[in-house]
C-alpha cells in the first residue's frame, strides 16, 4: 500500500505468540509485563493504544503504531467500510476495527478508513490512525 509510512511508533511487549495478530488493535497493559500490551479494546468502541506491527511467535518487544497510518485487520462483523468511514474497535473479533455505530459519541475512534472493504469479510485496510477521538452523533 502506497499510504503505510512509520510516522510514530511506540515499544510493547507482546503477551505471547502474535503470529496470527499482525496489524490488529492493542491496549497498553501491565497484565503480562511492565510495559506490556494485550489485544483490545474489551469492548466494542473502547480505548485502544494503538495497532501491533509484528508477527512474532513468542512474547517479544514490538513496534505499536499509534499516529500515522496503519494496515488494520477488518471484523467480519463489520458493516461495509468506505473511504473516510470511522472506525472503532470491535468485540466479534478481538483487535480488529468495524465502522462506527455510535449515535451518541460514545465510542472512541479508532481511525478513518482509506480504502472500502466489502461487509461481513475478514482483510486488512488501510486507516489513518485517530485513537482517543470520539465518534460525534
Do not use: C
Request: charged share 10%.
Amino acid at each position: 500500500m502506497a499510504y503505510e509510512q512509520p510516522l510514530f511508533d511506540i515499544t510493547g511487549y507482546s503477551s505471547g505468540d502474535m503470529s496470527s495478530n499482525q496489524y490488529k488493535l492493542v491496549l497498553a497493559s501491565t497484565t503480562n509485563a511492565a510495559d506490556g500490551v494485550v489485544l483490545g479494546p474489551s469492548s466494542a468502541g473502547g480505548k485502544i493504544t494503538g495497532v501491533w506491527q509484528g508477527d512474532s511467535t513468542a512474547s517479544e518487544y514490538g513496534k505499536v503504531r499509534v499516529l500515522g497510518v496503519s494496515k488494520v485487520q477488518v471484523s467480519t462483523g463489520s458493516a461495509a467500510i468506505t473511504r473516510g468511514s470511522h472506525l472503532t474497535g470491535s468485540t466479534a473479533a478481538h483487535g480488529t476495527v468495524m465502522v462506527s455505530t455510535s449515535t451518541t459519541g460514545s465510542q472512541f475512534i479508532v481511525g478513518q478508513a482509506l480504502a472500502a472493504h466489502a461487509s461481513g469479510s475478514s482483510g486488512v485496510i488501510p486507516v489513518l490512525l485517530m485513537p482517543g477521538w470520539h465518534d460525534t452523533p
